[in-house]
């Protein structure tokens, strides 16, 4: 968050800097309708024993780049208010570490295969739905805070394996891998802060996204249920053309 305020504070500068610019006069107008597309920095938090046997975890401060596509519509209320809503799609990747606290002694019961360490990549796609209040600082700037309701899309390469998959012996060790990408919901709620600047029918921004809601359920293990709270956070810098003006 520290850099987000870095960034507020620079921009409110650069108002001051341009003199005291009025805001012009509106009344309610039609709609301003958009296109945006987006570079993002995704970092997943999760630090989790499963089972007695695993442990799941990362590094908070790794972070992992991705884009984001999408449209949205802008409503001027006030002089210096306005809501936007936008439907996009975002596309990242992310690393979780397995460590399997056992492979000694599944080694030892027998076990074809064990791993100590696996470090799968798991794709992390989303189809959201926002809505934020916008507020004109000093036009063109504006500050803006929001939630967003995400469709969370399943990592196909890990989910969707039937009991015949793991009748395999070779693929018996992997079975925690398989759950973790299950335990997704299907459906999750954050909050967005961000900046912006309006220049002609260009628009700039830079926004700071973090879950409210959990991102995954119980993790199942052998039939049993783990609770396996996890957060994550996006920075995103964002360019969008309004198609009408």
């Known amino acids: 968050m ?84 936008t439907l996009s799609y975002l596309k990242n990747t992310y690393f979780i570490q397995f460590k399997n606290l056992k492979a000694e002694e599944e080694i030892a019961q027998g076990a074809s295969r064990a791993w100590i360490f696996s470090g799968p990549i798991y794709s992390f796609q989303r189809i959201s739905l926002s809505l934020s209040g916008e507020y004109l600082v000093r036009e063109p700037f504006y500050v803006q805070a929001g939630v967003l309701v995400s469709r969370q899309i399943t990592d196909k390469a890990y989910s969707n394996k039937d009991e015949s998959f793991f009748q395999n012996q070779y693929n018996q060790a992997d079975r925690i891998l398989y759950s973790y990408a299950e335990s997704f919901k299907q459906f999750n709620t954050s909050g967005q802060v961000g900046i912006g600047v309006d220049l002609r029918r260009f628009v700039l921004e830079a926004n700071y996204e973090r879950s409210i809601s959990y991102l995954n359920g119980p993790l199942n293990v052998n039939k049993v249920s783990f609770n396996e709270p996890q957060h994550f956070s996006i920075w995103k810098v964002s360019a969008g053309f309004r198609l009408n003006k």
Not at 18 to 42: A, R, W
């Open 2 to 85: 520290k850099e987000f305020f870095v960034l507020l504070l620079t921009l409110i500068r650069l108002s001051n800097a341009c003199g005291q610019s009025p805001i012009n006069e509106k009344s309610i107008q039609k709609p301003e309708f958009g296109v945006f597309i987006s570079g993002n920095h995704l970092s997943m938090t999760v630090n989790q024993y499963v089972n007695d046997q695993y442990l799941i975890y990362n590094n908070s401060k790794e972070q992992y780049q991705g884009m984001e596509v999408g449209t949205f519509t802008r409503y001027q209320l006030t002089t210096r208010f306005r809501i936007k809503s």
